[in-house]
């Protein structure tokens, strides 16, 4: 099981700035009964699809299309031997160049030689502080 907040972040984006902000996943083994064992995966954050972000109209025009969200410092984390019913939060950093509405979900779990990524959106909304 994983969770996601919605979230907001700020940032001055006045002369070419970028905003960083922190993501936490928040991950639980479920496994429980008689299918209840320990669980080893990698976690990874992956580049921005070429779709993202998803970018929002106002009255102003779309903000944030174009441009990416990067994944800044380490982007693979592995656990070993999550055990039943036990669960851990795994700390990432995201940086944007301008505001909009990204779509943070770019996790995929390799597991058992599988791979799949979860199906939920988790977007954040990135304003700007800057006023000209």
Same mark, same amino acid.
């Given at each position: ?54 970018? &929002?109209?106002? *009255?102003?025009?779309? $903000?944030?299309?174009?441009?990416? +969200? =990067?994944? %800044?410092?380490? /982007? ?33 779990? &390799?597991?058992? *030689?599988?791979?799949? $990524?979860?199906?939920?959106?988790? +977007? =954040?909304? %990135?304003?700007? /502080?800057?006023?000209?």
């Amino acid at each position: 099981r994983h969770d996601f907040k919605a979230m907001s972040a700020t940032g001055d984006f006045a002369s070419g700035a970028s905003c960083d902000f922190h993501v936490v996943v928040r991950l639980r083994n479920v496994l429980q009964g008689n299918r209840a064992e320990s669980v080893s995966f990698v976690l990874e954050a992956e580049g921005s699809p070429p779709t993202a972000p998803e970018s &929002v109209v106002d *009255g102003e025009g779309p $903000h944030g299309a174009d441009l990416p +969200l =990067v994944w %800044v410092g380490p /982007t693979r984390v592995s656990v070993v031997d999550l055990g039943p019913d036990e669960g851990m939060d795994l700390r990432f950093k995201a940086r944007v160049a301008g505001p909009g509405v990204y779509n943070l979900n770019q996790f995929r779990v &390799v597991m058992n *030689g599988s791979s799949f $990524h979860f199906p939920q959106h988790c +977007l =954040v909304t %990135v304003e700007s /502080t800057y006023t000209p």
